[in-house]
C-alpha cells in the first residue's frame, strides 16, 4: 500500500482568498501618506529635543574642567610660595607662565623663582581644547603673561595677572577666574 500526498497547497481564487472577496477590501480604510510624513516629523522632532539639551552641558564641563585644573595649579603654585616645597626647601616666589600665542597649542608653566624657559625644572601643562573651541584670555593688566606668588605671603606679586577668563564662543559659557592683592581667589 503505497500513499500518496502533494506538498502543493491548494489554489484558492483571488476572488475568495482569506475568507474576502476583492469587493470587501475596496472600502478598507489605511493611512494615508500625508499622516505616515507627519508622524515621523514629529517623532523627528521629539527624539531631536533631547540631543539639543546634550551639547550645552559638555561645553559647561568643558570649560569648567580647565577652569577647576587651572584653580587647582594656582592653589599649589600659591601653597608652594608660602611654605616651601614638600622637600623641606625654602619658601620662594612661585608661578605661573602662560603662552597663549598658538590657539592650538596653548599651555602655561608652573615655575619657581622667575620664569626662565630653557629651566628644566619647570611644568608644562598643555590646556586641553579639543574642538578649538575653548578661548583662555588673560584680561588684567594687558600686556603681562604671568601670576606670581610672593615668598612666605602667597600675595600677588607686582605686574602680575589678576584676572584670566576662560570662555565657549559658540555657547557662551565664560568663567572668570579673579585673584586679589592678597591671594585670595573667586571664579564667576
Known sequence: MW???????????????AGLSLNEHQGAEGFTLVELVVVMAIMV????????????????????????????????????AMLGESDGGSPA?????????????????????????TNPANFEVKIDNKNNNIDVELLHPAGQTQILFDRQSGELGTNSVDSIQISDPATRITRIIDINQYGAFNVH
Do not use: C, H, W
Not at 500513499?3 to 482568498?17: D, G
Open 45 to 80: 522632532i521629539l527624539l531631536a529635543i533631547p540631543g539639543v539639551n546634550i551639547i550645552r552641558p559638555q561645553s559647561t564641563a568643558s570649560v569648567d574642567g580647565i577652569a577647576e585644573i587651572l584653580m587647582t595649579d594656582l592653589r599649589q603654585q600659591q601653597t608652594k
Open 93 to 117: 616666589p612661585y608661578g605661573i607662565y602662560f603662552d597663549l600665542t598658538d590657539k592650538i597649542n596653548e599651555r602655561y608653566v608652573l615655575f619657581k623663582n622667575s620664569y626662565d624657559p
Open 3 to 17: 500513499l500518496s500526498f502533494s506538498l502543493a497547497a491548494p489554489v484558492k481564487s483571488l476572488k475568495t482568498y
